[in-house]
């Protein structure tokens, strides 16, 4: 029976108590904020994503990432040469970033080893939840070319709903205007996407924090793909974030200004 082991790279956002439990090779990208380049893997030296997101909103320009070189693939492969028939490897969309070639490059410096590479058509835990299925078919025992049948399935299924909390960034890097993203955080918009096989798509838009939450948890406990087809949705998703919108609409509730007829009724009774 061939051994087959899985790689990916660090978009996918999969645990590291996971990918090490599951045996999962990780390939970071890397992080570009001024002049310094930082490898996407904190426990190496690297950024980590708290770090980074603490520093986010004083960066004085407007951070960008850039896919590894492809002989960091080339050694990750060789490393698992002498304990592998068979890799595959199941990175983030190819319509997205550089990745998927940059494994294709790689693979080629290493020719005695069967590097099988997936474009997954996601990022983030769309990506993630592919590879942490694969890596647990391989542990199962299950063949090279079963478990590329299975993520070629799940890749039709996978989706990835995000809000955006703010057009800042977007604004910053040029893809929306001043004038749309200071709309937006006047009129509290907090635009809702979709990806789907490496796809980005507008699913519309919510008016404030708590709403936008309300509506990712609608969308998780019944896919719109699943309802339109008649299939039973997916058990309900973990009730974190619905506790988190309640808690959100509540605090903002309690805090809220009075409105003016409010203020003008409680003024004409204190007379």
């Not at 909103?57 to 068979?86: I, W």
């Amino acid at each position: 029976m061939s051994q087959v082991r899985i790689l990916t790279d660090s978009t996918s956002d999969v645990p590291l108590e996971v990918a090490a439990r599951l045996r999962i090779t990780v390939v970071p990208a890397y992080v570009q904020i001024g002049n310094r380049s930082y490898r996407d893997e904190p426990l190496s030296g690297g950024l980590s994503r708290e770090e980074f997101y603490a520093q986010l909103p004083t960066m004085p320009v407007v951070p960008t990432t850039a896919v590894p070189p492809a002989h960091e693939f080339a050694m990750a492969y060789g490393s698992l040469a002498d304990e592998a028939d068979e890799v595959i490897a199941i990175v983030i969309s190819a319509d997205l970033s550089g990745m998927y070639n940059v494994a294709h490059l790689g693979a080629q410096e290493v020719p005695g080893l069967k590097v099988h590479i997936i474009d997954s058509g996601q990022v983030t835990m769309g990506l993630g939840w592919m590879v942490i299925a694969a890596a647990e078919a391989a542990a199962e025992g299950k063949g090279a070319q079963e478990i590329l049948a299975m993520v070629e399935d799940m890749k039709s299924r996978v989706r990835v709903y995000a809000m955006l909390d703010t057009l800042e960034y977007l604004r910053r890097s040029g893809r929306v205007g001043w004038a749309q993203a200071k709309a937006a955080q006047i009129l509290r918009i907090k635009p809702i996407v979709e990806v789907l096989l490496g796809k980005v798509r507008d699913l519309g838009q919510t008016r404030a924090k708590h709403r936008a939450i309300e509506r990712l948890v609608e969308l998780t406990r019944s896919p719109p793909h699943l309802r339109s087809r008649g299939r039973r949705p997916p058990p309900p998703p973990d009730r974190s974030l619905l506790t988190q919108a309640t808690a959100y609409r509540r605090s903002h509730h309690h805090h809220r200004r009075p409105r003016r007829t409010e203020r003008a009724g409680r003024g004409r009774r204190d007379r």
